[in-house]
């Protein structure tokens, strides 16, 4: 039996997917809503898993300060020196930049053993969401 918490994170980013013949090959937007999940198999002392506090203070902050906001992309899409040039803001990653790879790559970012991030799901619409989850440890899987 573990416990779990979730909390949601609001953001809104632009990216698109190399290697993709769909509509989303080309420059787009979203207002993302990411949402975290913590697990403990017991409480800390003051009975909880973690203060929903803590969650955002670290995963919010780190969304605000290198997503919100910005054009994600892959660091081989030829527009990284586009936005480069014209001082846009922008953030790369070394994957295709879809909900999947973003919701990994914000667990690898913020999840520590402080915060044992077990899940990270990203909607990128209100109907749709990519998920995440760390092995049981709150490491990335393989």
């Known amino acids: 039996m573990a416990y779990k918490v979730t909390t949601s994170i609001n953001f809104?980013?632009?990216h698109r997917l190399l290697n993709y013949e769909g509509e989303?090959?080309?420059l787009?937007?979203?207002n993302g809503r990411?949402?975290?999940d913590v697990v403990s198999d017991e409480p800390d002392y003051r009975g909880m898993v973690v203060d929903f506090s803590d969650i955002k203070s670290i995963v919010?902050?780190?969304?605000d300060d290198n997503l919100d906001h910005r054009m994600i992309l892959h660091r081989d899409d030829p527009l990284v020196d586009v936005l480069v040039e014209l001082g846009e803001?922008?953030?790369i990653i070394d994957r295709n930049p879809t909900a999947e790879n973003i919701a990994a790559h914000i667990h690898d970012m913020t999840s520590s053993d402080d915060l044992n991030i077990t899940e990270i799901r990203l909607w990128e619409t209100p109907n749709s969401y990519a998920t995440y989850r760390a092995d049981t440890n709150g490491r990335?899987?393989?």
């Not at 919010?60 to 969304?63: A, E, F, Q, Y």
């Open 12 to 14: 809104c980013y632009g």
């Open 140 to 142: 990335h899987e393989s």
């Open 34 to 36: 990411v949402e975290v």
């Open 28 to 30: 787009h937007g979203h």
């Open 89 to 91: 803001a922008h953030y």
């Open 24 to 26: 989303c090959r080309h």
């Open 60 to 63: 919010k902050t780190w969304i």
